[in-house]
């Protein structure tokens, strides 16, 4: 079936199996690498984006049911301010090693910075509670969650 959306500020009409899910559209008819693949079934956070503006996992959102609605992906943000903060910061802090959830950590820690330039570390863990990370511990990435909110702040 035809689904129609924006992705990344850009219209966009793609015809998948209804069963299609949103992860699957974005990553094998469109390109969007960065919305990794992790358990597939909402738990991990690798596949986060943003629909709307808000965070979801959508690898559990199917393609039909982003009819008309609006698609960020990492791939979308890579020239926002706010993001190249918040990449410098991670890579500053540690916060990347085999790098698997981060582009999701990031679309977390975006939609949080976005909202609120001054978090709480409660309000970091929060933000990215969907989000599992295997190698760096979560220390590291709440580090540069508020390192890069120090950052914009004095911008
Ligand atoms: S791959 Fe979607 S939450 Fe894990
Ligand atoms: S850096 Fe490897 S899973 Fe997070």
Aim: charged residues 20%.
């Amino acid at each position: 079936m035809e689904v129609n959306f924006t992705l990344n500020g850009e219209k966009a009409t793609v015809d998948v199996p209804p069963y299609t899910t949103l992860t699957d559209m974005l990553r094998d008819e469109m390109n969007i690498q960065s919305v990794k693949k992790g358990c597939e079934h909402g738990e991990c956070g690798a596949c986060t984006l943003l629909v709307n503006g808000l965070p979801v996992a959508s690898c559990i959102i199917l393609a039909p049911q982003v009819e008309g609605k609006h698609i960020t992906t990492l791939e979308g943000l890579e020239h926002k301010a706010m993001m190249i903060d918040l990449r410098q910061a991670y890579i500053e802090n540690g916060a990347i090693q085999c790098g698997f959830c981060t582009p999701g950590m990031l679309i977390s820690s975006y939609a949080l910075l976005r909202d609120n330039q001054n978090p709480s570390p409660d309000e970091v863990k929060l933000a990215i509670e969907g989000n599992i990370c295997r190698c760096t511990g979560f220390t590291k990435i709440i580090e540069a969650v508020l390192d890069a909110a120090e950052r914009i702040a004095v911008e």
